[in-house]
């Protein structure tokens, strides 16, 4: 399994490493194109912001890599809000490979004032899960979100969670896979995301 | 629905644990790794790791430490302790640490935290505060472990550093910690329902009932804990299956 991870602007890059690491599978970290056009399965992490990991993408032409790639690819959290259509964050033209739109969560939003607080950091639930990529996972299993911006529910949603309101949790079109949390840090059913994406998705 | 989360806190000096613990199952119990690793296991929501090292080492064992955490762990961590400037957090970052926490450096240029949010997100700064409640009614803001006072009252200086961009409060309240008697459900709760981030409760949580209340009462989004974990008074899983049964939503 020839496993990569791309590199750029964004953090939480050791993190993925790391957990792949601990389920016992090797990756590599590269902006090399002919390495990410190679790999056997893509991972597309991030922790950052939107409107400069796009033009840090476009300067490196990394963005056509990721939309012409066909093997299965995993975006994580800001990596996943970039594959979709737009972002909010400094309104963004993303690289819309799903249709859904990345929106700011909102104080007005919320029914209680102690539930308002963004970005929401901490374990959430996710439900009606439609993928191999939850095979196992039980409905309503915690996951590790960190995020002020989320994807809205859409015709790719193939999980879903509440946060002022439901919003889509991950995403999926053909080869292309998304996860607003952070299966790195998501204990073992973070672990078991993975492996599924390694194993089940294709 | 979001969890409320529960956080064991590690001391750490030289690259071991400094409190001592009483974990019979453990090789090695100083191990900040090892014992970190075993409260994952039994459901702790994330870890922070409080460095109290003095020397000139600190920095390079520190960051070696994170990097060891990183490996092993599966939960989120924050690294404290001395942390002074954009680059150590840098290093930390790329060692693999989820989020920082700032405390003193921070007091003495609140600029820091600006910096840090910019150049690597709210999302990984968190503000430390030791405070107290002195005899006029009021919560200050002490500096250096709680060995400075100073003139500055917690929520002015809380709200003064969420201003800046810090993205979390851990707020320990030097009259509660170490007595086992409950938090510091007032100052917690001025935080927690006044803040537009996430406040950590910390000091004085000695019973099952103590954390019940300061999710309730205080409206703390995490409650930290150190010694009563490490001796075991406490069990994590024990702990969140009496908060589930109380309505409290928590990770089991």
């Not at chain 2, 979001?2 to 090695?28: A, E």
């Amino acid at each position: 399994m020839n496993l990569v991870i791309i590199k750029y602007n964004a953090g939480n890059i050791q993190s993925v490493l790391y957990a792949l690491e601990r389920i016992g599978l090797e990756a590599k970290v590269t902006d090399d194109v002919e390495e990410i056009s190679g790999a056997d399965k893509v991972i597309f992490p991030g922790v950052g912001e939107a409107s400069s990991a796009m033009r840090y993408l476009k300067d490196r032409k990394l963005d056509e890599v990721i939309k012409n790639l066909t093997q299965p690819v995993l975006g994580i959290c800001l990596g996943m809000q970039l594959m979709c259509r737009f972002s909010e964050e400094n309104n963004v033209h993303c690289l819309h490979l799903f249709d859904e739109d990345v929106k700011l969560f909102r104080n007005s939003e919320a029914p209680r004032a102690t539930e308002a607080k963004i970005p929401q950091i901490g374990w959430n639930t996710i439900y009606d899960m439609k993928s191999e990529l939850f095979h196992a996972v039980p409905e309503r299993g915690y996951v590790y979100f960190v995020h002020s911006y989320y994807a809205a529910l859409g015709t790719h949603t193939i999980a879903t969670a509440d946060y002022l309101i439901p919003y889509s949790a991950a995403l999926h079109k053909n080869n292309f896979y998304g996860v607003q949390f952070h299966p790195e840090k998501s204990a073992d059913m973070g672990e078991r995301i993975l492996k599924n994406f390694v194993e089940r998705c294709y | 629905m979001l969890s409320k989360r529960i956080i064991p806190c590690l001391d750490i000096k030289d690259g071991r644990t400094v409190k001592g613990t009483n974990f019979v199952n453990l090789r090695d119990a100083g191990d900040p790794v090892e014992l970190g690793a075993l409260y994952a296991r039994q459901g702790a929501d994330e870890l922070v790791f409080l460095d109290i090292t003095a020397t000139v080492e600190k920095r390079k064992t520190l960051s070696e430490l994170a990097n060891r955490i990183a490996h092993h762990i599966n939960i989120p961590f924050t690294v404290g302790g001395g942390i002074s400037s954009v680059e150590d957090v840098n290093v930390l970052l790329q060692n693999g640490a989820d989020k920082i926490s700032v405390n003193t450096a921070a007091f003495k240029k609140p600029q820091l935290i600006n910096e840090l949010a910019k150049e690597f997100g709210s999302q990984c700064v968190v503000l430390a505060i030791d405070t107290r409640k002195e005899e006029d009614g009021e919560w200050y803001v002490y500096l250096n472990g709680g060995r400075t006072k100073t003139e500055m009252k917690c929520a002015d200086w809380a709200k003064q550093a969420v201003d800046l961009g810090a993205g979390e409060i851990l707020l320990t309240s030097m009259n509660h910690d170490g007595t086992k008697q409950g938090f510091a459900l007032d100052i917690t709760r001025t935080l927690a329902t006044r803040l537009p981030v996430p406040v950590i409760a910390s000091g004085g949580g000695g019973t099952m009932e103590h954390f019940l209340t300061v999710f309730n009462e205080g409206k703390a989004d995490a409650a930290l804990a150190a010694s009563i974990f490490h001796f075991k008074e406490i069990a994590i899983p024990e702990l969140k299956q009496f908060l589930l049964k109380n309505q409290i939503p928590v990770r089991i």
